[in-house]
C-alpha cells in the first residue's frame, strides 16, 4: 500500500509540475515572410524591457533557482571546483611590448585586477582595479594595449557584461591614469599610432539589441576629448564591415560588404595627417586572408589551399613567395610573428605542435606538444632565443616550458611565483581518446572521448555531448575544473568537431554554412547516435550542451531528435531563425546562417530553426536554458521565446527551466564567485538529471 501510494504521489507531482510554470500569456501575432505564416504567441517577450516580460523572467529564476538550491542535497560540487582551483598550476604572463602582464583575482567577489612588471621574476605591480576606477562590482577588463614604446597603456572595459565598452588609458611609468576617456566603443580592437593615439570604432546604436551599427573609424589624440576625435573611416552608407591594424608606418583597413561576398584592402601612411587611403586590392573575395605586414611585405593565406598556408608579397602586389607552405591533413591553426621568426601552429587529430620559420620561409624546427594537450606561445626572449610557452588539457592544468629555438632543448620553466606543485591527478588518470566516426554521408568527423581509467563502458555511464560547429572556429582542450568533478564522478566527457567548424580545413567549414548548415545538426546527432552505439551511454543517460552557435546546436538536437537525449543545456544561443538578422550583429552571420530575406535561405533557415520546430504533441527533454540580460551579441529574447513554448504544452512532462543571469553579458559572470557557483549549478544540474 505505502509502495503504491508513494507511486502515485511522485506522479501526482510531475503532473502537477508540469502545469505550475509561470504564466506566459499567448498574445498571437501573425508573423509572415515569403510564402510562410506563422503565428508567434510570445513576440511580446521581444521587448526585453518590459514589466510583463521583466516579471515573467523574474518568476523563472525563482523557479529555477529554488530547483537548483534543492538539488545540492544530492550534488553540490562548488567546494571541490574551489580545492581544484587552487590546486592547479597557472601560466606565466604574457609579454606586450616591454612587459609582463597578467590578470589575478585578488576579491572573489570582484572582477580581475591587471598587474605588470619588467621581469619575469619580479614582484607583480597593481595596475588596475577595475571596481575601484568605476566604483562597481560588476566591471570588467576585455583587453589592454600597449603604446609602441610600452610608455601607455589602454585598457578596455565591460559595464555588466555589455559588448559596448569604455577605452581608459595608464601611464606605465608612474601607474597615473589618464584623463582621456573614449566611449560607445563596440566590437573594436585598438590600433596605436607610436605613443601619440589611438585607432577605434565607435558605434552609434541607443537601443541594447538593436541592429549593430559599427560603421565608423575615428583616431583618439592623447590628451584630447573625444568630442574632438578625427573621423577617418565610414561606412554608413555601404553598411559593410571592417577591421583594422597597424604596422610600421601604416594603417590598414580591410573592409567586407554587407552581403558578405567581397573585401577590400586600403592603407594609409600614418605620418599623413591627412590618413588619405590607397586601395591594394579591389573586389577581392573573402578567400583571402591579411595576415600581417612586415619589412615592407604583405603575408597572407588563401583559400586556395585550405588546410593553410602562408604566401607574402611587396605592397605593390610583385615577388610572391611561398613562406609557409601546406601540409596536408595537419591544419595550420594559428601564425605568429615575431622579430625574427614566424611560428605557425598546426591541428592534428589528437596532437598539436608548432613550426619555426625565418621571414624567407626557411624552415628551422618544429616543437611537439603531449598528446592531448594544447598550448599557448607567451613570448620569445629575442635575446637567448627561448620561447616561453604553455601547455595545457581538459583534465591537466597549465604546465610552463622554456623551448629553445636555436638548439632544440626544452626544459620546464619555473620561478618564484611559478614554484612545482604536484599533479592534481597523475597524468594516465584519465583516458582520452581522440578518434573520428562516421557521419551519415559517411564523413570522417573527429570526436574527443574523457573518461576517468577503469570506467566500465558497459552503455550506462552518464554522458555529455558538446560542440559548436560555426564561423570556421577551431576547437582545442581547455583546462575545466568542473569537468574534473564530472569525470570524477563516473562521467563521460566528448567534443564533437563537427562541420561548420575549421577542423579540417576551410571546406569543413563551408561544409557546414549557408544552405548545408543542416550538415552540422546531422554530424551532432550521429555523434550522439555513435556514442550510444558504442556503448559509451543511453539515451536515458546522455546530456548535450553548447554556447551561442553552440546554444543553436543544441536546440535544433533536442527538438529534431528528442529521443536521444535526458538533458539538455543550450547557452545564450539563437533560437528565432526568421527573426536573427533583426538583432545586434546577427546581420553579420547572412553568410553562415543564410538571408531569410531570399525565399531558399529562408526555407533553410525554417527547416531547422528551433522555436519554430517544436511541436505540440512531443514531450522534450528536461532543458535548462541559460541566458544574461545585458547579451547584446545573443539577445535574450531567443531564450524567452524558446522556454515559453517548450513550457506552454500539454504534452510538455520533463521540466523545462530558465534561467537568466543579471548583471551578465554573452560570456556571463565576471567574478571568481559568480563564475564558480555558475559552474557548480551546471554540473550539479547535470549529474542530478542524468542519475535520476
Same mark, same amino acid.
Given at each position: 500500500?505505502?509502495?503504491?501510494?508513494?507511486?502515485?504521489?511522485?506522479?501526482?507531482?510531475? /503532473?502537477?509540475?508540469?502545469?505550475?510554470?509561470?504564466?506566459?500569456?499567448?498574445?498571437?501575432?501573425?508573423?509572415?515572410?515569403?510564402?510562410?505564416?506563422? /503565428?508567434?504567441?510570445?513576440?511580446?517577450?521581444?521587448?526585453?524591457?518590459?514589466?510583463?516580460?521583466?516579471?515573467?523572467?523574474?518568476?523563472?529564476?525563482?523557479?529555477?533557482?529554488?530547483?537548483?538550491?534543492?538539488?545540492?542535497?544530492?550534488?553540490?560540487?562548488?567546494?571541490?571546483?574551489?580545492?581544484?582551483?587552487?590546486?592547479?598550476?597557472?601560466? &606565466?604572463?604574457?609579454?606586450?611590448?616591454?612587459?609582463?602582464?597578467?590578470?589575478?583575482?585578488?576579491?572573489?567577489?570582484?572582477?580581475?585586477?591587471?598587474?605588470?612588471?619588467?621581469?619575469?621574476?619580479?614582484?607583480?605591480?597593481?595596475?588596475?582595479?577595475?571596481?575601484?576606477?568605476?566604483?562597481?562590482?560588476?566591471?570588467?577588463?576585455?583587453?589592454?594595449?600597449?603604446?609602441?614604446?610600452?610608455?601607455?597603456?589602454?585598457?578596455?572595459?565591460?559595464?555588466?557584461?555589455?559588448?559596448?565598452?569604455?577605452?581608459?588609458?595608464?601611464?606605465?611609468?608612474?601607474?597615473?591614469?589618464?584623463?582621456?576617456?573614449?566611449?560607445?566603443?563596440?566590437?573594436?580592437?585598438?590600433?596605436?599610432?607610436?605613443?601619440?593615439?589611438?585607432?577605434?570604432?565607435?558605434?552609434?546604436?541607443?537601443?541594447?539589441?538593436?541592429?549593430?551599427?559599427?560603421?565608423?573609424?575615428?583616431?583618439?589624440?592623447?590628451?584630447?576629448?573625444?568630442?574632438?576625435?578625427?573621423?577617418?573611416?565610414?561606412?554608413?552608407?555601404?553598411?559593410?564591415?571592417?577591421?583594422?591594424?597597424?604596422?610600421?608606418?601604416?594603417?590598414?583597413?580591410?573592409?567586407?560588404?554587407?552581403?558578405?561576398? /567581397?573585401?577590400?584592402?586600403?592603407?594609409?601612411?600614418?605620418?599623413?595627417?591627412?590618413?588619405?587611403?590607397?586601395? &591594394?586590392?579591389?573586389?577581392?573575395?573573402?578567400?583571402?586572408?591579411?595576415?600581417?605586414?612586415?619589412?615592407?611585405?604583405?603575408?597572407?593565406?588563401?583559400?586556395?589551399?585550405?588546410?593553410?598556408?602562408?604566401?607574402?608579397?611587396?605592397?605593390?602586389?610583385?615577388?610572391?613567395?611561398?613562406?609557409?607552405?601546406?601540409?596536408?591533413?595537419?591544419?595550420?591553426?594559428?601564425?605568429?610573428?615575431?622579430?625574427?621568426?614566424?611560428?605557425?601552429?598546426?591541428?592534428?587529430?589528437?596532437?598539436?605542435?608548432?613550426?619555426?620559420?625565418?621571414?624567407?620561409?626557411?624552415?628551422?624546427?618544429?616543437?611537439?606538444?603531449?598528446?592531448?594537450?594544447?598550448?599557448?606561445?607567451?613570448?620569445?626572449?629575442?635575446?637567448?632565443?627561448?620561447?616561453?610557452?604553455?601547455?595545457?588539457?581538459?583534465?591537466?592544468?597549465?604546465?610552463?616550458?622554456?623551448?629553445?629555438?636555436?638548439?632544440?632543448?626544452?626544459?620546464?620553466?619555473?620561478?618564484?611565483?611559478?614554484?612545482?606543485?604536484?599533479?592534481?591527478?597523475?597524468?594516465?588518470?584519465?583516458?582520452?581518446?581522440?578518434?573520428?566516426?562516421?557521419?551519415?554521408?559517411?564523413?570522417?568527423?573527429?570526436?574527443?572521448?574523457?573518461?576517468?581509467?577503469?570506467?566500465?563502458?558497459?552503455?550506462?555511464?552518464?554522458?555529455?555531448?558538446?560542440?559548436?560547429?560555426?564561423?570556421?572556429?577551431?576547437?582545442?582542450?581547455?583546462?575545466?575544473?568542473?569537468?574534473?568533478?564530472?569525470?570524477?564522478?563516473?562521467?563521460?566527457?566528448?567534443?564533437?568537431?563537427?562541420?561548420?567548424?575549421?577542423?579540417?580545413?576551410?571546406?569543413?567549414?563551408?561544409?557546414?554554412?549557408?544552405?548545408?548548415?543542416?550538415?552540422?545538426?546531422?554530424?551532432?546527432?550521429?555523434?550522439?547516435?555513435?556514442?550510444?552505439?558504442?556503448?559509451?551511454?543511453?539515451?536515458?543517460?546522455?546530456?548535450?550542451?553548447?554556447?551561442? /552557435?553552440?546554444?543553436?546546436?543544441?536546440?535544433?538536437?533536442?527538438?529534431?531528435?528528442?529521443?536521444?537525449?535526458?538533458?539538455?543545456?543550450?547557452?545564450?544561443?539563437?533560437?528565432?531563425?526568421?527573426?536573427?538578422?533583426?538583432?545586434?550583429?546577427?546581420?553579420?552571420?547572412?553568410?553562415?546562417?543564410?538571408?531569410?530575406?531570399?525565399?531558399?535561405?529562408?526555407?533553410?533557415?525554417?527547416?531547422?530553426?528551433?522555436?519554430?520546430?517544436?511541436?505540440?504533441?512531443?514531450?522534450?527533454?528536461?532543458?535548462?536554458?541559460?541566458?544574461?540580460?545585458?547579451?547584446?551579441?545573443?539577445?535574450?529574447?531567443?531564450?524567452?521565446?524558446?522556454?515559453?513554448?517548450?513550457?506552454?504544452?500539454?504534452?510538455?512532462?520533463?521540466?523545462?527551466?530558465?534561467?537568466?543571469?543579471?548583471?551578465?553579458?554573452?560570456?556571463?559572470?565576471?567574478?571568481?564567485?559568480?563564475?564558480?557557483?555558475?559552474?557548480?549549478?551546471?554540473?550539479?544540474?547535470?549529474?542530478?538529471?542524468?542519475?535520476?
Amino acid at each position: 500500500m505505502k509502495k503504491h501510494l508513494l507511486l502515485y504521489t511522485l506522479l501526482l507531482s510531475v /503532473q502537477l509540475f508540469a502545469q505550475n510554470y509561470p504564466e506566459a500569456k499567448k498574445v498571437p501575432v501573425l508573423f509572415s515572410k515569403h510564402h510562410f505564416s506563422f /503565428q508567434d504567441d510570445y513576440s511580446w517577450m521581444e521587448k526585453t524591457d518590459s514589466k510583463e516580460t521583466k516579471a515573467w523572467v523574474n518568476s523563472e529564476n525563482e523557479l529555477t533557482n529554488s530547483h537548483l538550491e534543492g538539488i545540492k542535497k544530492n550534488y553540490s560540487s562548488l567546494s571541490k571546483i574551489k580545492e581544484y582551483d587552487f590546486l592547479s598550476t597557472y601560466a &606565466i604572463p604574457v609579454k606586450k611590448g616591454k612587459y609582463f602582464f597578467a590578470s589575478y583575482r585578488i576579491d572573489k567577489d570582484k572582477p580581475a585586477y591587471l598587474f605588470y612588471k619588467k621581469n619575469l621574476n619580479d614582484d607583480p605591480v597593481e595596475l588596475i582595479n577595475p571596481s575601484k576606477i568605476f566604483n562597481n562590482n560588476n566591471v570588467s577588463i576585455n583587453g589592454y594595449y600597449p603604446s609602441k614604446s610600452s610608455k601607455l597603456l589602454a585598457f578596455s572595459v565591460s559595464n555588466d557584461g555589455s559588448d559596448m565598452r569604455e577605452i581608459r588609458f595608464v601611464n606605465l611609468d608612474n601607474r597615473k591614469n589618464l584623463d582621456d576617456k573614449l566611449t560607445n566603443v563596440r566590437y573594436s580592437n585598438l590600433a596605436w599610432n607610436k605613443d601619440e593615439g589611438v585607432f577605434y570604432k565607435r558605434n552609434r546604436n541607443t537601443d541594447r539589441f538593436a541592429v549593430d551599427t559599427t560603421y565608423q573609424l575615428y583616431y583618439h589624440k592623447i590628451g584630447a576629448i573625444q568630442d574632438n576625435d578625427k573621423l577617418v573611416y565610414d561606412t554608413s552608407d555601404t553598411k559593410s564591415y571592417f577591421t583594422f591594424f597597424t604596422a610600421e608606418d601604416k594603417l590598414f583597413v580591410i573592409e567586407q560588404n554587407e552581403d558578405e561576398t /567581397q573585401v577590400k584592402y586600403f592603407y594609409a601612411t600614418l605620418s599623413d595627417e591627412s590618413l588619405t587611403f590607397t586601395r &591594394i586590392f579591389e573586389n577581392i573575395d573573402d578567400s583571402f586572408d591579411f595576415l600581417n605586414y612586415v619589412n615592407g611585405r604583405v603575408y597572407f593565406s588563401t583559400s586556395k589551399f585550405g588546410w593553410g598556408e602562408v604566401r607574402s608579397f611587396d605592397l605593390n602586389g610583385n615577388d610572391e613567395k611561398v613562406i609557409v607552405p601546406q601540409i596536408y591533413a595537419n591544419l595550420l591553426v594559428g601564425t605568429f610573428f615575431y622579430k625574427d621568426y614566424i611560428i605557425a601552429k598546426y591541428k592534428t587529430v589528437g596532437s598539436n605542435y608548432m613550426s619555426i620559420y625565418d621571414y624567407e620561409g626557411k624552415f628551422i624546427r618544429k616543437f611537439e606538444a603531449p598528446m592531448g594537450m594544447n598550448f599557448r606561445i607567451n613570448y620569445l626572449e629575442a635575446e637567448t632565443k627561448n620561447l616561453y610557452v604553455t601547455f595545457f588539457s581538459y583534465t591537466i592544468s597549465n604546465h610552463n616550458y622554456k623551448l629553445n629555438i636555436e638548439t632544440g632543448k626544452h626544459n620546464p620553466y619555473f620561478n618564484d611565483f611559478n614554484q612545482p606543485k604536484p599533479s592534481l591527478f597523475p597524468f594516465d588518470y584519465f583516458e582520452t581518446k581522440a578518434i573520428t566516426y562516421k557521419s551519415r554521408d559517411n564523413k570522417d568527423v573527429p570526436i574527443t572521448i574523457i573518461y576517468k581509467k577503469g570506467t566500465k563502458l558497459d552503455g550506462n555511464n552518464p554522458t555529455l555531448l558538446e560542440a559548436y560547429g560555426g564561423f570556421g572556429a577551431v576547437s582545442g582542450p581547455h583546462y575545466d575544473t568542473g569537468l574534473l568533478y564530472f569525470l570524477e564522478k563516473g562521467g563521460v566527457y566528448a567534443y564533437a568537431e563537427i562541420r561548420g567548424g575549421g577542423e579540417k580545413g576551410i571546406k569543413w567549414h563551408t561544409e557546414g554554412k549557408g544552405l548545408k548548415k543542416i550538415n552540422t545538426f546531422n554530424d551532432f546527432i550521429d555523434a550522439a547516435e555513435y556514442l550510444i552505439k558504442e556503448n559509451y551511454t543511453n539515451p536515458s543517460k546522455l546530456a548535450i550542451t553548447g554556447g551561442s /552557435q553552440g546554444g543553436l546546436l543544441v536546440g535544433v538536437a533536442m527538438t529534431k531528435r528528442p529521443d536521444l537525449f535526458k538533458v539538455a543545456i543550450p547557452k545564450v544561443g539563437v533560437f528565432d531563425m526568421a527573426k536573427f538578422d533583426l538583432y545586434t550583429v546577427g546581420k553579420r552571420h547572412l553568410d553562415e546562417y543564410g538571408n531569410p530575406n531570399i525565399e531558399a535561405e529562408f526555407n533553410s533557415l525554417l527547416s531547422y530553426s528551433p522555436y519554430h520546430n517544436i511541436k505540440e504533441d512531443v514531450n522534450y527533454p528536461t532543458t535548462l536554458i541559460i541566458t544574461s540580460e545585458n547579451d547584446d551579441r545573443v539577445p535574450p529574447l531567443h531564450s524567452y521565446k524558446f522556454a515559453a513554448r517548450l513550457q506552454n504544452r500539454s504534452a510538455q512532462k520533463n521540466p523545462i527551466y530558465l534561467k537568466t543571469l543579471s548583471n551578465s553579458g554573452h560570456s556571463g559572470k565576471s567574478t571568481y564567485q559568480g563564475q564558480t557557483e555558475e559552474e557548480a549549478s551546471f554540473y550539479n544540474f547535470l549529474l542530478y538529471h542524468l542519475n535520476n
